[in-house]
């Protein structure tokens, strides 16, 4: 079995900063991609950021320049630091991670449970 659990969420006001935190635990071979999603109430989930496992990032138009990914390979962690939030931003934040596991020729999409993040004054 692999979890993802995620850390970091909570109340922020406009302009203020959070970092969210996601650890990968049991039987890993290899982790791929790491990224963070989102999903505000009404909208779809949508790409917030990624990292591959070589450093490659892709984010969305709306978070450039505010937000970074970072990843912790040795720990099986993946890092958002969100600075300069806005009430947009608001939304449950989802870690997803391309996992290969132990024993198995194949690796897949597993899915942490989400944090909220609200940014209101």
């Known amino acids: 079995q692999v979890q993802l659990v995620e850390s970091g969420g909570g109340l922020v006001q406009p302009g203020g900063s959070l970092r969210l935190s996601c650890a990968a635990s049991g039987s890993i071979r290899a982790i791929n991609a790491m990224g963070w999603y989102r999903q505000a109430p009404g909208k779809q989930r949508e790409l917030v950021a990624a990292m591959t496992s070589s450093g490659g990032t892709n984010f969305a138009d709306s978070v450039k320049g505010r937000f970074t990914i970072s990843r912790d390979n040795a720990k099986n962690t993946v890092h958002l630091q969100m600075n300069n939030l806005k009430p947009e931003d608001t939304a449950v934040y989802y870690c997803?991670?391309?996992?290969?596991?132990?024993?198995?020729?194949?690796?897949?999409?597993?899915w942490g449970r989400g944090t909220q993040v609200t940014v209101s004054s």
């Open positions: 997803k991670m391309t996992i290969a596991r132990t024993g198995w020729p194949i690796q897949h999409d597993y």
